[in-house]
T-cell receptor
């Protein structure tokens, strides 16, 4: 079990630029979640995949955000035309098959985005 | 559809004190799970415990214990004889037919 891996750990970008983050879940986990966490807040759900299918998206996820999980393995989260309000920690989590939303989540270390 | 309230923003204690972190949840599900996660200063959220809504037995694991009371929709977490290594942000979460929803967290600071 190598854990959930997220890259990069930190990203600083200028407003208006596009950024892409990558998440590699635990290999046998079929569910993959993206959450966003700002200072002093808990993780807020953005979207989740079961295998390669994106099954749910939060209303927080504006049209500038897109996520993919093309082969049901790693996932990418892209933010287009970044805004300062996008500055946050982006967390990826995965869980094994069988228990749906009742499985404990295994989180990565996150990608901290700073938009200047 | 789901909500978790952690009213305590920050708790500061001295080592060896007992401390209880409160969690109140709301859900429309009749069957659901409750979770606690720990986020140390290093940043990675770590799963601590899961409790099924049908199981109201309290659970103890070493210095950690959890009190689930369905009647008050609470799932409180107690650390006995706290240690400096317990310093972290602790999150309560509820899952079920919905995506897991987290509270805002309680920051616990344990002073030596």
């Amino acid at each position: 079990d190598t854990g959930v891996s997220q890259n990069p750990r930190h990203k600083i970008t200028k407003r208006g630029q596009n950024v892409t983050f990558r998440c590699d879940p635990i290999s046998e986990h079929n569910r993959l979640y993206w959450y966003r966490q700002t200072l002093g807040q808990g993780p807020e759900f953005l979207t989740y995949f079961q295998n390669e299918a994106q099954l749910e998206k939060s209303r927080l996820l504006s049209d500038r955000f897109s996520a993919e999980r093309p082969k049901g393995s790693f996932s990418t989260l892209e933010i287009q035309r970044t805004e300062q309000g996008d500055s946050a920690m982006y967390l990826c989590a995965s869980s094994p098959p069988g228990e749906g939303a009742n499985s404990p989540l295994h989180f990565g270390n996150g990608t901290r985005l700073t938009v200047t | 559809a789901q909500k978790v309230t952690q009213a305590q923003t920050e708790i500061s204690v001295v080592e060896k004190e007992d401390v209880t972190l409160d969690c109140v949840y709301e859900t429309r599900d009749t069957t659901y799970y409750l979770f606690w996660y720990k986020q140390p200063p290093s940043g990675e959220l770590v799963f601590l415990i899961r409790r099924n809504s049908f199981d109201e037995q309290n659970e103890i694991s070493g210095r950690y214990s959890w009190n689930f009371q369905k009647s008050t929709s609470s799932f409180n977490f107690t650390i006995t004889a706290s240690q400096v290594v317990d310093s972290a942000v602790y999150f309560c979460a509820v899952g079920g037919s919905y995506i897991p929803t987290f509270g805002r967290g309680t920051s616990l600071i344990v002073h030596p």
